[in-house]
Nanobody, 118 residues
Framework: QVQLVESGGGLVQAGGSLRLSCAASGIISSFATMAWYRQAPGKQREFVAVMTPDRSTRYPDSVKGRFTISRDNAKRMVYLQMNSLNPEDTAVYYC????????????WGQGTQVTVSS
């Protein structure tokens, strides 16, 4: 059974940093595409970052240069380092993992709240 557990969210002032972590169990992480999404109140869930098995990364323009995704396959962990946070980054952040043979939209964690105060 695949389980994803996020941690590291919290309240931070604008300009500050947070590091989110996602612990994955039940997968072979070296074969997985790992990503982060977020959903702000009243908005649709949006893509934040992705790292493929070959460690290629992609970010939307809204976070490029401020957020960095990383992974530790041995520990089955994926991280999101978020710097220069602003109030528009306030959202629930979700870890997403897609594996060969798994569901099309991957597996999801329960989310962790990030609140950035101005």
């Amino acid at each position: 059974q695949v389980q994803l557990v996020e941690s590291g969210g919290g309240l931070v002032q604008a300009g500050g940093s947070l590091r989110l972590s996602c612990a994955a169990s039940g997968i072979i992480s070296s074969f997985a595409t790992m990503a982060w999404y977020r959903q702000a109140p009243g908005k649709q869930r949006e893509f934040v970052a992705v790292m493929t098995p070959d460690r290629s990364t992609r970010y939307p323009d809204s976070v490029k240069g401020r957020f960095t995704i990383s992974r530790d396959n041995a520990k089955r962990m994926v991280y999101l380092q978020m710097n220069s946070l602003n109030p528009e980054d306030t959202a629930v952040y979700y870890c997403n993992v897609r594996t060969p043979g798994g569901p099309g939209d991957g597996y999801w964690g329960q989310g962790t709240q990030v609140t950035v105060s101005s």
